[in-house]
Nanobody
């Protein structure tokens, strides 16, 4: 069974840090683009960050640039999202996703084929 499993979410105070992990299983994800999205209550799912198949390029939404870092370890079939200087507006369920069809990531959720179950991140003020 092909799946992605996120971990590392939790409750943190504003200004704090969390590191999310997304472990893939059932197939290798080393040749595909990977991304993180998030969804807050009552809002649409939005793009957060993405990384090319080899980690050579990364992409971020403007509001997280300089605070979040996406990385991958293809040997471990795992993608990470390091989140620093967290703000209350970062509160959401965070999902990782794989775009099986291409090595260069898109910022469009509908183009991603495989999704994890999500992990809750709550930032208190």
């Amino acid at each position: 069974q092909v799946q992605l499993v996120e971990s590392g979410g939790g409750l943190v105070q504003a200004g704090g840090s969390l590191r999310l992990s997304c472990a893939g299983s059932g197939r290798s994800f080393s040749s595909v683009a990977m991304a993180w999205f998030r969804q807050a209550p009552g809002k649409e799912r939005e793009f957060v960050a993405a990384i090319t198949w080899n980690g050579g390029r990364t992409y971020y939404r403007d509001s997280v640039k300089g605070r979040f870092t996406i990385a991958r370890d293809n040997a471990k079939n795992t993608v990470y999202l390091q989140m620093n200087s967290l703000k209350p507006e970062d509160t959401a369920v965070y999902y990782c996703a794989a775009d099986i069809g291409r090595p260069i990531p898109s910022m469009t959720a509908a183009l991603y084929d495989i999704w994890g179950q999500g992990t809750q991140v709550t930032v208190s003020s």
